[in-house]
């Protein structure tokens, strides 16, 4: 097969995966990444759910499983994919072109833009950040403790931020984000144990393995508060404080209650790029935005178009070890498209 060149886009998890598959399967790849590193959202973060293993030490070892055995083109942003004469040209808005005999998308999410929810203050509001800039500041935890001071009294963490959210224009759940919000009210609370950390909930998704034990040691032995109720409004009071009102919807009262820090759990979001190669190509729009397989059961990494594959988040929401499992599938599914 080494005369049949594949052309992966987007050097994340996914990418990577599928990439060092297709090698060892002997086809020539041709990574391209739009960034000047590969690793995509992994490499923000510090640890990862359920198990707390550094974000880098998996990176390290997707990267080192590839080990220069496919060519990698960074700095490229793919704009254009086109079927031509049985093969694809791959192209970037400012002129550079490749083609392959398959492509397979591997692009990823984009984080929801968090200042879209005007009323929970982000970028107005010094001490309202989101989950990733958190998982940022865990990788020098200092950063976190000047900008708190040494004795932050307490923490909010609002789930489903641009998720299942009807005015946000998503109704999906991203799935990630209730268990890396117990992840990260765990860390908090080890690095400020005498702080009170508060988690606004409107449902638990705890789908995987060792996720509903993470969330029962959040609450036994941290003592995290999960309160269920939409945040209203967040605002900031004359110290820098961040004044959150919520409707708890189990004891059916108003409640206001002041944090130093309030995390906006943000959703993954399809990116635009994605879509535009979508609409592109003429592929069915899902109404979330991710790319469509052409069967959700028998089919998951296929589109519409012979030759072209998906594989990880940029098909919707996924966890690393569930986009690992997808890559592997869509690199099984390129090899059967060329022996058929
Ligand atoms: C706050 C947060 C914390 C998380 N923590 C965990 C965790 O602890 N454990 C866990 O299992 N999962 C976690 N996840 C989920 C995890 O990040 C995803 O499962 C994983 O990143 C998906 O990998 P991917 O390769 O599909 O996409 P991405 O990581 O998004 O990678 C896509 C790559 O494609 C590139 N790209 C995009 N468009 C183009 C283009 N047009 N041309 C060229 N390149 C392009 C991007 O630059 C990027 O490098 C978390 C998610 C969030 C939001
Ligand atoms: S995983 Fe939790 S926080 Fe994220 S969208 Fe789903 S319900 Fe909301």
Redesign the pocket.
């Known amino acids: 097969m080494k005369n049949k060149h594949v052309a992966v ?8 995966e599928a990439s060092s598959l297709l090698v060892s399967m002997g086809y020539a790849v041709t990574l ?4 000047e590193e ?5 490499k ?2 510090h ?4 198990n707390r293993k550094a ?1 880098s030490e998996v990176l390290a070892i997707l990267q080192n499983q590839l080990n220069g055995s496919a060519s990698i083109e960074f700095n ?4 254009s994919v086109k079927p031509f004469s049985g093969k694809f040209i791959i192209s ?1 808005s400012d002129g550079w072109v490749t083609h392959a005999d398959s492509v397979l998308m ?6 929801f833009d968090a200042r879209k929810k005007e009323e929970y203050g982000y970028g107005i509001y010094d001490q309202v950040i ?3 800039d958190l ?1 940022e500041m865990f990788k020098t935890e200092d950063s976190l403790k000047i900008r708190l001071g040494q004795q932050p009294k307490r923490f909010g963490f609002v789930h489903c931020v641009g998720s299942r959210d009807e005015k946000a224009g998503n109704i999906y759940c ?1 799935k ?2 209730c ?2 919000a117990v ?1 990260q009210a765990i860390e908090v609370k080890e690095l400020f144990p005498d702080a009170e950390v508060y988690c606004f909930y409107m449902d638990l998704r705890m789908f995987g393995r060792h996720y509903e034990e993470l969330y029962k040691e959040a609450q036994e032995k941290y003592n995290i508060q999960f309160i269920r109720g939409r945040l209203s409004e967040a605002s900031e009071n004359k110290y820098g404080g961040v004044i959150v009102k919520v409707e708890d919807t189990l004891l059916g009262k108003p409640l206001k209650i002041t944090v130093d820090m309030l995390v906006l ?4 979001v399809a ?1 635009l ?2 879509s535009r ?1 979508r609409d592109l190509l003429g592929l069915t729009k899902d109404e979330d935005g991710f790319l469509a397989p052409s069967d959700i059961h028998l089919s998951a990494n296929i589109c519409e178009i012979p030759g072209l594959f998906m ?4 098909s919707g ?7 690992l499992a ?2 592997r599938s869509a690199a099984v599914a390129v090899d059967k498209y060329f022996k058929n």
């Open positions: 886009i987007g050097a994340g998890p996914a990418g990577l391209i990444e739009k960034e590969s690793g995509g959202h992994l923000r973060w640890q990862l759910f359920p974000g490229k942003e793919i704009t970037t591997t692009t990823g999410f984009d984080l989101t989950s990733a998982e991203s990630v984000c268990v890396t992840k759990m943000t959703g993954m990116p790029v994605t190669i594989a990880g988040a940029c929401p996924k966890t690393i070890g569930d986009t997808d890559a």
